[in-house]
C-alpha cells in the first residue's frame, strides 16, 4: 500500500492572530478618535502632535511585523505560489476600494499609497527574500539605514535635481521623500520594508527554533484578538464606514 506524499501543514498561529489583533484594536481606537475629530467632537492635531503621529508609526509597525511574520511562516509551511497570488489579489482589491472610498471622503487628500497599498508591493519583495532567513534582520537594517542616509543627505541639498522627482506622486511611493505627500495615508516601501523584513526574520525564527512559543495555548482572554486577527482585511476595510455612518447618524439624530 502506498503512502501519501506529505502535505503542506496550514495551521494558524493564534500569538500572532491576536498580535495582529491588537493592532486592529489599537488602529480601531485611533480611527474614532481620528472621525471625532473630524467631525468636530474634539480638536486635536492628528498630523503633528507627537501623541498621534507616534500612535500611527507603532500602529504601522506592528501591522508590518504581522505581515512579515505571516509570510515568512506560510512559506516555511509550503504554502503555494497560487495560494499566494489569490491572498494577494484580496489585498489589492482592498487597497483599491480604499482609494476609491478616501476620494469619495477626502477627493483633495485621497489614499493612493496607504498600508495595503504598500503591503501589497512589499509581500512580492518579501516573498521572493523569505528563504534567507536570519540575513532579512540585515536585511531591514540595510534598507533602514539606507533610506536615513539618502533623505538626510536630500534634505542637506543633496542632489536638488532629484528632489522634486522623488518628491513626486509618480516616485513618492519609495519613500525617498524630503516632505510628506498630502494625503490620509501614506506608507511608502522605504523605511516601511525594513520593518517587514524584520517580521519576516522574526516568522523564520519562530517557525523553526522558536515554534514552541508559538505552540503554547493563547490565554481565554486574548482568544477575541486571535479571532479578529484572522479577519484583518475585511475588519479593516468595514471598521471605518460602520464608525463613520454611526457619527454621521448621531449628528443627525441631534439636530
Same mark, same amino acid.
Given at each position: 500500500?502506498?503512502?501519501?506524499?506529505?502535505?503542506?501543514?496550514?495551521?494558524?498561529?493564534?500569538?500572532?492572530?491576536?498580535?495582529?489583533?491588537?493592532?486592529?484594536?489599537?488602529?480601531?481606537?485611533?480611527h474614532?478618535?481620528?472621525?471625532?475629530?473630524?467631525?468636530?467632537?474634539?480638536?486635536?492635531?492628528f498630523?503633528?502632535?507627537?501623541l498621534?503621529?507616534?500612535?500611527?508609526?507603532?500602529?504601522?509597525?506592528?501591522?508590518?511585523?504581522?505581515?512579515?511574520?505571516?509570510?515568512?511562516?506560510?512559506?516555511?509551511?509550503?504554502?503555494?505560489?497560487?495560494?499566494?497570488?489569490?491572498? #494577494?489579489?484580496?489585498?489589492?482589491?482592498?487597497?483599491?476600494?480604499?482609494?476609491?472610498?478616501?476620494?469619495?471622503?477626502?477627493?483633495?487628500?485621497f489614499?493612493?499609497?496607504?498600508?495595503?497599498?504598500g503591503?501589497?508591493?512589499?509581500?512580492?519583495?518579501?516573498?521572493?527574500?523569505?528563504?534567507?532567513?536570519?540575513w532579512?534582520?540585515?536585511?531591514g537594517?540595510? *534598507?533602514?539605514?539606507? #533610506?536615513?542616509?539618502?533623505?538626510?543627505?536630500?534634505?542637506?541639498?543633496?542632489?536638488?535635481?532629484?528632489?522634486?522627482?522623488?518628491?513626486?506622486?509618480?516616485?513618492?511611493?519609495?519613500? *525617498?521623500?524630503?516632505?510628506k505627500?498630502?494625503?490620509?495615508?501614506?506608507?511608502?516601501?522605504?523605511?516601511?520594508?525594513?520593518v517587514?523584513?524584520w517580521?519576516?526574520?522574526? @516568522?523564520?525564527?519562530?517557525?523553526?527554533?522558536?515554534?514552541?512559543?508559538?505552540?503554547?495555548?493563547?490565554?481565554?482572554?486574548?482568544?477575541?484578538?486571535?479571532?479578529?486577527?484572522?479577519?484583518?482585511?475585511?475588519?479593516?476595510?468595514?471598521?471605518?464606514?460602520?464608525?463613520?455612518?454611526?457619527?454621521?447618524?448621531? @449628528?443627525?439624530?441631534s439636530?
Open positions: 500500500m502506498k503512502r501519501k506524499p506529505p502535505t503542506p501543514s496550514s495551521s494558524r498561529f493564534e500569538a500572532v492572530d491576536a498580535l495582529r489583533g491588537l493592532a486592529m484594536v489599537w488602529m480601531t481606537v485611533f474614532f478618535c481620528f472621525d471625532l475629530n473630524q467631525f468636530g467632537y474634539i480638536r486635536q492635531d498630523y503633528h502632535d507627537p498621534w503621529t507616534g500612535q500611527r508609526t507603532l500602529i504601522v509597525s506592528l501591522f508590518l511585523l504581522c505581515a512579515g511574520m505571516g509570510q515568512a511562516m506560510a512559506v516555511a509551511q509550503q504554502q503555494s505560489w497560487q495560494r499566494f497570488w489569490r491572498r #494577494w489579489a484580496q489585498v489589492v482589491g482592498a487597497a483599491l476600494l480604499v482609494t476609491v472610498g478616501s476620494w469619495l471622503m477626502y477627493p483633495q487628500s489614499i493612493y499609497f496607504g498600508v495595503l497599498h503591503i501589497a508591493l512589499m509581500l512580492i519583495m518579501l516573498r521572493l527574500t523569505v528563504r534567507r532567513g536570519g532579512l534582520w540585515l536585511l537594517a540595510a *534598507l533602514f539605514t539606507f #533610506w536615513l542616509l539618502v533623505v538626510s543627505a536630500l534634505e542637506a541639498g543633496a542632489a536638488p535635481w532629484l528632489v522634486d522627482a522623488l518628491n513626486s506622486r509618480a516616485l513618492n511611493w519609495l519613500g *525617498l521623500i524630503t516632505h505627500p498630502i494625503t490620509e495615508d501614506y506608507v511608502p516601501l522605504l523605511p516601511w520594508l525594513a517587514m523584513c517580521g519576516g526574520a522574526a @516568522g523564520t525564527w519562530l517557525s523553526g527554533r522558536g515554534a514552541a512559543y508559538l505552540k503554547r495555548p493563547l490565554p481565554a482572554l486574548l482568544k477575541p484578538l486571535a479571532i479578529l486577527g484572522r479577519w484583518s482585511l475585511s475588519y479593516y476595510l468595514l471598521h471605518q464606514p460602520v464608525m463613520i455612518g454611526a457619527l454621521m447618524a448621531l @449628528g443627525w439624530l439636530k
